[in-house]
């Protein structure tokens, strides 16, 4: 469950002050699928990162799991980032030098779980994304496609209740984008959360509560849950 | 995160990067390397000196008759008039426990003669105990008989020198010669020594030293060379030989006696300053590499913003980052370390090979201190980039592509 109660967010740029998000109220009840669309700068992926708690907001209160998650300290936000969220991003972000298996498996790693274990829930992983041939890739040898598989494998392999994805088939082609969709809204059919930010209006009606942010704040809520 | 995942994780960070983690492995290798060869050449210098002296003899103690004071200060009010030292003086050293031999020696110059070739040498009589306190060695025959002291026998043993000159290839051994008119018999020649306390060895005849005495015609000596019981009895043996001889002079103090340790002390001294000055020299070097660690490190953490922005995003908090950076400039510092001690000992094994006549000896704390220098450098140069990567703010770092 999220609360977010008048979240704001500015930005300095030079000597202007930009108000990237402006008294966000919004809540996201368990199983939900929401889509977060706009023009670019009207503050989706600043939500999404405040959301995520990769960003602070100068204001307002954010709660998750009826937790106060402003008022945590950065090793306790660590902790929360890695057992309840699980990010996607537009440019996968895995790491290049590793394998496939091996950026899978860097959460589990950095949780200090048992190799043992590592190795039950990596093989899970990648056969349930349909990637195991390609486990031992490096990333550049991967097709996009591939890539945010991987980077799905690895956002959801520490179980988290939600999913963030920033413009997760921004890079990818009509096809792959389709899978990659699919593979997220099944997980959604799992009952995590989904939240996927795009400036692609026919993606953006797949979900069941479509928001639309402009300057800053919510222009409209397809499912206002009140 | 276990322990052994973070220096995996470095390491593979190490590996995935070869250039940039071969040159900062060559400069920590080099720097360590150096420190760990300069000391060692500082150490093989101390252990060559060390060794030439004690060829001189071991252990060993020269009284010389006479005070020569060092210290300054004025003249005494009272002439002293030093005493000759003599052979009883001698002899009464050995009543000390922490002596155990003890040579007179008289020395003078006269001509030595056999058939028609003569030659002016220095001519040293001294005893048996001669032998062992200056450690010589003897080419044919043998040394000065063992016997009493005061009686003087009409025997030489000639330095391989005169030898040479006087009898060429021929064996003198049985043959008389003359010394300064009187008649001696060659019972021995000693092997080439060389110089040694500004004597050479080879250019000498040795003959007892009461018919030393009889030849010059005196009853002083011109010195004793006196061997202790040990390097620890040193102390005592130079207490004992003074308090001797000032009994026997009527409580005259007019002996200096110089002790073979304090000069060796003073070199020692010498060349740990040396070694220690080398050794900083090269610590120098060690430190560049360090910088270099700093360097690379920081474009590394520039160039991996993402990949730290990612770490973060997936639960990585700040003491971990600053962990896995640390640790990875640790493992460059390590394996760095672990190279440059390589590279040392192929350098000590090649110029031990080339130059066996010189000790290079690697001291195990130089070993151990280039090391632990070698991993602290990496640390703390690690520090400074490994602060700025656990610093970075994840949008910012995720934003770069």
């Not at chain 1, 998000?21 to 929401?34: F, I, K, S």
């Not at chain 1, 990333?139 to 690895?154: H, K, T």
């Not at chain 2, 008389?176 to 060659?186: A, E, T």
């Not at chain 2, 730290?308 to 640790?327: D, E, H, V």
Request: hydrophobic share 45%; with cysteine.
């Amino acid at each position: 469950m999220i609360e977010l109660k008048g979240i704001g967010r500015t930005f300095q740029v030079g000597t202007e002050a930009v108000h990237a998000l402006q008294a966000v109220d919004l809540t996201v009840r368990d199983g939900e699928y929401l889509s977060v669309m706009g023009p670019s700068g009207s503050g989706k992926s600043t939500l999404l990162n405040i959301i995520g708690l990769l960003d602070h907001p100068d204001s307002g209160v954010y709660r998750l799991d009826d937790v106060n998650a402003t008022g945590l300290n950065d090793t306790q936000q660590a902790a929360v980032r890695r057992h309840k969220i699980g990010f996607v991003f537009q440019f996968f972000h895995l790491v290049p030098r590793l394998t496939a298996a091996e950026n899978v498996e860097l959460p589990l790693i950095l949780a200090g779980v048992d190799p043992d274990e590592r190795k039950k829930r990596l093989s899970q992983a990648l056969e349930a994304l349909g990637i195991a041939d390609r486990a031992r890739h490096r990333p550049d040898q991967l097709s996009g496609g591939q890539r945010q598989r991987v980077a799905i494998a690895r956002a959801t392999i520490m179980r988290p209740g939600i999913i963030l994805a920033d413009e997760p088939t921004g890079n990818l082609d009509r096809t792959s984008g389709n899978d990659v969709l699919d593979i997220l809204e099944d997980l959604n059919n799992e009952g995590k959360i989904l939240i996927m930010v795009t400036h692609d209006p026919e993606l953006g009606r797949r979900a069941k509560r479509q928001i639309l942010m402009l300057d800053g704040r919510i222009g409209s809520d397809s499912g206002k849950s009140a | 995160m276990k322990t052994f995942d973070v220096l995996r994780f470095s390491f593979r960070a190490a590996t995935g990067y070869p250039a940039r983690t071969l040159l900062t492995l060559l400069a920590m290798a080099i720097g360590v390397g150096a420190v760990i060869l300069l000391t060692a050449l500082g150490e093989g210098a101390r252990r060559y000196v060390t060794r030439e002296f004690t060829s001189l003899g071991t252990h060993l103690l020269i009284a010389i008759p006479g005070r020569s004071e060092t210290t300054g200060g004025p003249p005494p009010m009272l002439g002293e008039t030093p005493r000759d030292l003599t052979l009883e003086d001698a002899l009464a050293l050995k009543r000390s426990s922490a002596i155990r031999r003890v040579a007179p020696v008289a020395i003078g110059s006269a001509p030595v003669a056999w058939q028609q070739r003569e030659r002016e040498a220095t001519i040293m009589g001294s005893t048996a105990e001669m032998f062992d306190i200056r450690q010589l060695s003897m080419a044919q025959g043998r040394f000065l008989p063992a016997g009493n002291p005061s009686r003087g026998s009409a025997v030489c043993v000639l330095g391989y020198k005169i030898k040479s000159e006087l009898f060429g290839n021929s064996s003198p051994l049985g043959e008389w010669v003359r010394i300064g008119g009187r008649r001696f018999r060659v019972i021995g020649v000693m092997a080439a020594k060389g110089q040694s306390l500004g004597l050479d060895m080879g250019d000498i005849a040795i003959i007892p030293v009461a018919s030393a005495q009889m030849l010059f015609n005196t009853s002083s000596l011109f010195r004793i060379l006196i061997q202790a019981g040990g390097r620890e009895a040193v102390p005592r043996a130079k207490k004992a030989i003074l308090q001797i001889i000032q009994d026997r002079h009527e409580g005259e103090d007019d002996l200096t006696v110089i002790t073979q340790d304090a000069l060796l002390k003073t070199f020692d001294r010498i060349f740990n300053a040396l070694t220690l000055t080398v050794g900083g020299i090269a610590a120098i070097s060690l430190a560049v590499a360090g910088i270099l660690i700093m360097n690379v490190m920081m474009i590394s953490v520039s160039q991996r913003k993402t990949e730290i922005g990612l770490l973060k995003a997936i639960g990585s908090p700040r003491s971990q980052i600053l962990r896995l950076f640390l640790s990875e400039s640790a493992v460059l510092s390590l394996i760095g370390s672990f190279l440059g001690v390589v590279l040392a000992l192929v350098g000590t094994w090649a110029s031990l090979r080339f130059y066996p006549n010189f000790p290079v000896t690697i001291p195990w704390w130089a070993l151990t201190a280039a090391t632990v220098v070698g991993l602290l450098t990496g640390l703390v140069f690690g520090v400074l980039p490994a602060r700025r990567a656990a610093g970075l703010e994840p949008v910012e770092a995720l934003s770069r592509r």
